[in-house]
């Protein structure tokens, strides 16, 4: 794997979009593989957390959608969180404040995804 390549990635990331307070490359078990938090996210609450949620959203698309997990987003007053699918072991998470859009969130997340899944393997 690589780990340089891939924090560059959440880095560049975090960089690049407005509003991105944390990226994170999660494999689906939860563990964190890569991460570009802010000082006041701790990623180790975040580990369990993430790896519920995407348990849910893969039981759900199969489920309900009857095809494999893309991307979702939960949306609040004072943030968001945008999760897309990472190859087929990992996602990448967002956390951004409100004032991120989500067409910009998607529009740079996809292709960091798609980078980082790139490096996986």
């Given at each position: 794997m690589h780990e340089d390549q891939i924090k560059a990635i959440l880095h560049g990331l975090n960089r690049s979009t407005p509003g991105i307070e944390a990226s994170l490359l999660i494999s689906s078990d939860g563990s964190i593989i890569?991460?570009?938090?802010?000082?006041?996210?701790?990623?180790?609450?975040?580990?369990?957390m993430i790896a519920i949620l995407l348990s849910l959203g893969k039981h759900m698309a199969a489920g309900i959608i009857r095809g494999d997990f893309e991307q979702?987003?939960?949306?609040?007053?004072?943030?968001?969180?945008?999760?897309?699918?990472?190859?087929?072991?990992?996602?990448?998470?967002?956390i951004t404040s409100n004032t991120t859009s989500a067409d910009t969130l998607f529009q740079s997340a996809g292709p960091a995804a798609r980078a980082a899944a790139g490096l996986l393997h």
């Open positions: 890569s991460s570009a938090l802010s000082t006041d996210i701790e990623d180790d609450d975040l580990g369990a979702a987003m939960i949306r609040g007053k004072a943030g968001n969180v945008l999760v897309i699918q990472a190859g087929t072991d990992a996602a990448l998470w967002t």
